[in-house]
């Protein structure tokens, strides 16, 4: 029995890594209220498994030899292929920020030709884990600008500072201690660190693993759900290459990355393609002998797709995965204004002050704003506005002086924003009160250079 079926039987579901026992049972087996003993889960059905030995062993081959010869040159891996196997150049010397912890921190909801040079300027000036720790808040954020999702280079930043002060200056070395001991490591991030850096065999699973795995093995259940999760984890656990882990998992990930892919994948450059039950459906229909996966769903399988949504012959293999329906971003809208003067050399200066240090946007530079109410009329947004700008520049701001520029739209993960920008030429020096948030003239070379948001970058 395979370790994939063996941890499919024992039902446990995890969560973030630790096991827990099924819904309405106590970590210690108790039963559920009314003393009747809680049902074990069944385990997924077989068309869901890798439950032979020898096709996990062909699998790990196809897929390394693919790797070997077709991976993308890319600045982290640099650093692996010039060291001591999977570990990165430099593991030797502890003090030396480890690359691949960079590199999966900044690919978080990023794609890869975004981050290169990120991450190149990122190493140049922080080479090692004191460097880092050393750093400013205000140094992350600048260099971080327009990367987005600001709270992942401020939780880089205070994961080193931990290694240093209170682990003596060494990573943990287990994917179990990174997810436990550092900021902002999760589950996925600490299976990638712990498999390339450190070799530990334990799987990863990312968004290009879960497209991989569910259509090697037709799992067409909702892909985000905890249930289908747990058995994707349990499979990426099963089937990591034990004397190539890292390897294996950047391969993983680099098929999804680049060729099966969400829409178009190129399968018939797939080095897998002989073990994808997806393929094999759509060549060839129900395939044989091995039972259809629809026929799971009689039983009321977990892993099928739902009744109410039967195989799509015009899809392919894109019917899997699928995903619930994503919430739609919440509407907001902002009032920003921007301040503008002629600093002492007559260059154009804007005023910026700098956002709280939690939330949103944590520690950026923005022009002075505040959140409007949904469709407040233009004249209440001027004087709401104006009231708001007398307390930045010590002076009497009148709301007919407020220009209307127009319109800025921004979309985070979960916030349709709005700006509506309004402009406010000053003259002579102004004032600005010490006691509010921290605050500067800049002039637009020196706005550029700040640690402002792609959204500000926009409204000017």
């Not at 049902?39 to 030899?65: K, N, Y």
């Not at 009744?307 to 619930?324: C, H, I, M, Q």
Request: a positive charge; one cysteine or more.
């Amino acid at each position: 029995m395979s370790q994939l079926r063996a941890a499919a039987a024992r039902g446990l579901r995890r969560s973030g890594g630790r096991a827990v026992p099924p819904a309405g049972q106590s970590r210690k087996g108790a039963s559920r209220r009314g003393g009747t003993p809680a049902a074990a889960p069944a385990p997924p059905p077989a068309p869901h498994l890798f439950s032979h030995p020898a096709e996990i062993e062909a699998l790990r081959g196809d897929l390394l030899a693919w790797y070997d010869k077709c991976k993308r040159d890319l600045p982290w891996r640099r650093l692996v292929r010039a060291g001591c196997g999977w570990r990165w150049c430099l593991c030797s010397d502890s003090r030396l920020l480890p690359a691949v912890w960079v590199s999966e921190i900044m690919l978080q909801q990023t794609q890869v030709a975004t981050v290169i040079d990120y991450y190149n300027r990122w190493m140049q000036k922080w080479p090692t884990l004191q460097a880092l720790a050393q750093a400013s808040l205000e140094e992350v954020n600048e260099l971080w600008a327009g990367l987005g999702y600001y709270s992942r280079g401020k939780r880089l930043q205070e994961a080193a500072r931990k290694v240093v002060s209170e682990l003596a200056g060494q990573m943990p070395r287990t994917a179990e201690d990174l997810q436990k001991l550092l900021p902002g490591v999760g589950r996925y991030t600490a299976g990638a660190i712990a498999s390339i850096s450190y070799g530990q065999a334990t799987g990863v699973v990312d968004g290009n693993v879960i497209r991989v795995l569910c259509r090697l093995r037709c799992i067409g259940a909702d892909s985000s759900s905890p249930a289908v999760l747990d058995h994707l984890w349990a499979m990426a656990n099963a089937l990591v290459d034990r004397s190539r882990p890292g390897d294996f998992n950047q391969a993983l990930m680099e098929l999804g990355a680049t060729v099966c892919v969400p829409k178009a994948p190129l399968c018939g450059e797939c080095p897998v393609k002989r073990h994808c039950r997806a393929r094999h459906r759509k060549l060839f229909g129900k395939p044989t002998p091995v039972p259809d996966v629809e026929d799971c769903g009689v039983g009321g399988c977990p892993l099928c797709p739902p009744a109410a949504e039967p195989w799509d012959g015009s899809l392919g293999v894109t019917n899997f995965p699928r995903k619930a329906a994503k919430k739609q971003p919440r509407a907001e809208w902002t009032a920003t204004c921007v301040l503008e003067r002629r600093g002492c050399h007559g260059a154009l200066e804007f005023l910026i002050v700098q956002r709280p240090s939690s939330g949103l946007l944590a520690g950026l530079w923005e022009f002075p704003s505040l959140p409007l109410a949904q469709d407040l009329p233009e004249e209440q947004q001027r004087e709401v506005l104006a009231d708001h700008l007398r307390a930045w520049t010590g002076q009497p701001v009148v709301a007919g002086n407020l220009q209307l520029i127009g319109e800025v739209v921004h979309i985070f993960s979960h916030i349709h924003q709005t700006y509506v920008v309004y402009s406010l030429p000053l003259d002579g020096d102004v004032t600005l009160d010490p006691a509010l948030s921290p605050s500067r003239w800049v002039t637009e070379e020196e706005f550029h250079a700040s640690a402002v948001s792609t959204a500000m970058k926009k409204v000017l």
